[in-house]
């Protein structure tokens, strides 16, 4: 498989960006809260004779129970009705609203890394003649049409794929691709700049072949 040296540098700043922006964003919090631990500890002054190691290995620790804790109130039904009523509160907020979108799209690229996707697959959109990279996520059982399979799809946006389109369609009408899910991601989000140098294709009722 041949790579060009633009091709590797732009993997390569795919790769390093979700670790990049993650360690930014943990370097931001902890900076901050370490800034209010300080004024804290100051109304207790026998911590005040600790060591600056211990300070910040104290604040770390503090720091990480006040995340578990903030996370098992998410989980809990009180904690999702409070989430859900910020969230509400936050997207009909002027100007707040595309901020908090994104950063909310942003945390749940980095963090959550379950995904329902099944396939990756090759579908005529937004009209015949013209293609696009999809994710197979369940079996249309609920609809009942003509009889034929059916399946619900999710095309992704670029470069946000955490937004997209729901499409449900006839399995003769789609192509299986034989890539992962992780490699079609990486196909979608740098707008077909990455991409392997050959893919097989293959049709729910034909055998795989080779396309370039």
Same mark, same amino acid.
């Given at each position: 498989?041949?790579?060009?040296?633009?091709?590797?540098?732009?993997?390569?700043?795919?790769?390093?960006?979700?670790?990049?922006?993650?360690?930014?964003?943990?370097?931001?919090?902890?900076?901050?809260?370490?800034?209010?631990?300080?004024?804290?500890?100051?109304?207790?002054?026998?911590?005040?004779?600790?060591?600056?190691?211990?300070?910040?290995?104290?604040?770390?620790? #503090?720091?990480?129970?006040?995340?578990?804790?903030?996370?098992?109130?998410?989980?809990?039904?009180?904690?999702?009705?409070?989430?859900?009523?910020?969230?509400?509160?936050?997207?009909?907020?002027?100007? #707040?609203?595309?901020?908090?979108?994104?950063?909310?799209?942003?945390?749940?690229?980095?963090?959550?890394?379950?995904?329902?996707?099944? $396939?990756?697959?090759?579908?005529?959109?937004?009209?015949?003649?013209?293609?696009?990279?999809?994710?197979?996520?369940t079996v249309v059982d609920w609809l009942s049409l003509d009889g034929e399979k059916r399946l619900s799809i999710f095309i992704p946006t670029t470069p946000n794929p955490t937004s997209g389109f729901f499409l449900i369609v006839k399995e003769s009408e789609i192509m299986y691709l034989d890539i992962s899910v992780e490699w079609a991601l990486k196909i979608i989000?740098?707008?077909?700049?990455?991409?392997?140098?050959? #893919?097989?294709?293959?049709?729910?009722? $034909?055998?795989?072949?080779?396309?370039?």
């Amino acid at each position: 498989m041949k790579f060009s040296f633009k091709h590797n540098i732009i993997s390569g700043f795919v790769a390093i960006l979700p670790l990049a922006v993650t360690v930014l964003i943990f370097v931001f919090v902890y900076n901050k809260f370490t800034y209010l631990f300080l004024k804290f500890i100051k109304y207790f002054p026998e911590l005040q004779f600790l060591p600056q190691f211990a300070i910040t290995v104290l604040g770390l620790i #503090v720091l990480f129970l006040l995340l578990y804790l903030i996370g098992f109130f998410t989980n809990t039904i009180l904690g999702r009705w409070v989430t859900s009523l910020f969230d509400r509160i936050f997207m009909k907020t002027p100007l #707040v609203n595309s901020i908090y979108s994104s950063a909310r799209s942003l945390s749940e690229t980095l963090f959550k890394k379950k995904t329902s996707f099944k $396939e990756a697959v090759l579908i005529q959109f937004p009209r015949n003649g013209g293609y696009t990279i999809g994710f197979v996520t369940t079996v249309v059982d609920w609809l009942s049409l003509d009889g034929e399979k059916r399946l619900s799809i999710f095309i992704p946006t670029t470069p946000n794929p955490t937004s997209g389109f729901f499409l449900i369609v006839k399995e003769s009408e789609i192509m299986y691709l034989d890539i992962s899910v992780e490699w079609a991601l990486k196909i979608i989000v740098s707008g077909g700049i990455i991409h392997p140098d050959t #893919v097989k294709i293959r049709k729910p009722d $034909e055998d795989k072949k080779s396309v370039e």
